[in-house]
């Protein structure tokens, strides 16, 4: 009898839980049918028109037309030997962030914005590009420096080494066996002039692999290695590096933020502040006895007033650290990234054996690593102005333009907002679960999640959204990482239709320095 209780019981159970998960399931349906989005194609395709000139089917016609002939026009290869190199790098700058910025660019225009072309968009040819290092399926911005910069790929977090050194081994990294040397230390060998412009400090990993050799990236002054208990005697900063080793100490521009790094501890840099260095070395006197037909620089104003005529090499360090966001800067002290490459171009173009430059838009990583979509998309626009700036300034019969980023960031663009939706916007035309709107761009992984106490959901559309308003995260971590996916290379001049298919990241260097006759791989000077 006490077994058939039990059984009984049980049924009952289960026939109430079965109750239960029928009538939750009709409550779900019946939710998801008040804010129309349990049927996806009558949320994506309602309330939303197309421009009036898209309607008629002559006009994409004759847009794949004219895309058409532009990929003909390709067949006829430029095959001269690359004079000059210009490599521009976006920190962070993937897919979804050329995209978003794209949008944005037309939208500032008072166009739907999805129409807008940037600068990178008219080159003839684009590539992808392997992001990954040596030890990581994700990369850094050293060691990915290190590829795009050295055709080798090395372990994260270094600089300019081969995967034999290991983080934080200094003694390794200082071994001469264990160093590989940069494009720019090519085309200094081929006599050309050689210069780096950042947005970042010049000692930060990015402009680094143009110059340094360490194992741990924050070595950047005497006072970084303490703190990691290594002896600055037996290991050289990232700064000194610069300053008075090859190939740092011969580069005609240095360009970017980072004075601190250069300065003794006891001392204010030009913009107010005390130095870093606690060894007592000022590397900028260092310099200036090196370079004495040079300037050092350290405002707009100095920067533009320079005769590049007239002086051998330019330093212009613009910030204490790094160089302030463009859309905070006092655009009366700090120069623009457009500014500084328009000076850096004039001065290299003076060799009449060319020169290489390597030019970053550094701070769309430090954005998006805070989650600030909307600075990171303005530093992208920043980029693009520069990048149409150097191809105003050059020729592509004699001037290799590249485009690329180090590695990506995973800022999201989804949903099925309409065309036109502001980017930086909610999206208008969709709701989530909660029957709350959502913004268009969002993050994987971040520290704002706009949860309420409760854990809902807050109300996006009652806060007030500026450009540098942090934008929502679905996982909580302190700060925003980098993602893995390949990025893209675009390409204009002399053998740019070598930048095509799908590359590893150490071959933009290698097909660079084929293009124009210098390193000590193949090259077309070879026959």
């Known amino acids: 009898m006490y077994k058939i ?13 079965i109750l239960c998960l029928t009538l939750g399931g009709e409550q779900s349906t019946e939710q998801l049918a008040k804010y129309d989005i349990f049927d996806d194609a009558e949320s994506a395709g309602s309330n939303k028109p197309s421009p009036e000139e898209e309607k008629d089917p002559e006009f994409w016609l004759t847009l794949g037309r004219e895309e058409l002939f532009k990929s003909l026009a390709k067949q006829k290869l430029n095959v001269n030997k690359a004079k000059n190199i210009i490599l521009f790098m976006g920190d962070g700058m993937g897919l979804s962030t050329i995209t978003a910025a794209r949008i944005l660019k037309g939208q500032r225009m008072n166009h739907t914005g999805e129409e807008a072309v940037l600068s990178s968009d008219k080159f003839p040819y684009t590539a992808l590009s392997k992001t990954y290092c040596s030890n990581a399926q994700v990369a850094d911005s050293a060691c990915s420096a290190t590829a ?8 994260i977090i270094t600089i300019g080494v081969s995967a034999e050194v290991t983080y934080n081994n200094c003694t390794a990294s200082m071994d001469p066996a264990n160093q590989v040397s940069s494009i720019a230390a090519w085309a200094q060998r081929a006599g050309k002039s050689t210069g780096f412009v950042t947005t970042t400090p010049v000692t930060h990993a990015s ?48 360009m970017g933020g980072g004075l601190g790094k250069l300065m003794p501890n006891d001392q204010r840099d030009s913009h107010g502040n005390y130095g870093e260095r606690r ?8 310099w200036e006895a090196m370079h004495p037909q040079g300037a050092f620089v350290t405002n707009r104003e100095q ?8 002086v051998s090499h330019i330093m212009g360090i613009f910030q204490s650290k790094s160089m302030k966001f463009n859309a905070f800067a006092d655009e009366t002290y700090q120069p623009t990234l457009s500014e500084m490459t328009k000076v850096a171009l004039q001065l290299l173009q003076r060799n009449e054996k060319g020169y290489f430059v390597f030019i970053e ?34 020729d592509p019969s004699d001037t290799l333009i590249l485009v690329t980023a180090d590695h990506s960031q995973p800022m999201t663009l989804a949903g099925f907002p309409g065309r036109g939706t502001p980017i930086l916007g909610l999206n208008q035309h969709e709701r989530s679960l909660d029957g709350l709107k959502y913004l268009t761009l969002s993050y ?30 679905a996982v909580k971590v302190f700060k925003g990482p980098h993602s893995g996916e390949d990025v893209s290379v675009y390409a204009s001049g002399p053998f740019a239709h070598l930048f095509t298919g799908v590359l590893q990241q150490n071959t933009i260097p ?9 390193g000590n791989g193949p090259t077309l000077c070879d026959g």
């Open 5 to 17: 209780t039990l059984i009984i019981v049980f049924v009952a159970l289960v026939i109430v839980l």
């Open 148 to 155: 795009y910069l050295s055709g080798v790929k090395g372990n």
């Open 207 to 254: 402009p680094a692999g143009v110059y340094a050799h360490t194992s741990n990236r924050l070595h950047e002054c005497d006072a970084d290695l303490m703190r990691y208990n290594i002896d600055p005697r037996k290991c050289m900063d990232m700064a000194q590096q610069l300053i008075t080793q090859k190939p740092g100490r011969n580069l005609n521009v240095i």
């Open 279 to 286: 060894d007592g070395k000022n590397l900028v006197s260092t």
């Open 303 to 310: 920067l533009l007033k320079v005769n590049t005529l007239n």
């Open 361 to 394: 838009g550094g701070l769309i990583d430090s954005a998006h690593h805070d989650n600030r979509a909307g600075l990171a998309l303005e530093e992208t626009l920043e980029l693009d102005k520069a990048v149409q700036l150097a191809r105003d300034m050059t």
């Open 444 to 473: 994987p992984l971040g520290y704002e999640q706009y949860l309420d106490k409760k854990g809902k959901r807050m109300d996006l559309e009652k806060l007030n959204w500026k450009i540098d308003s942090k934008y929502p995260s």
């Open 510 to 518: 290698i097909m660079a320095a084929y293009a124009a006759c210098i």
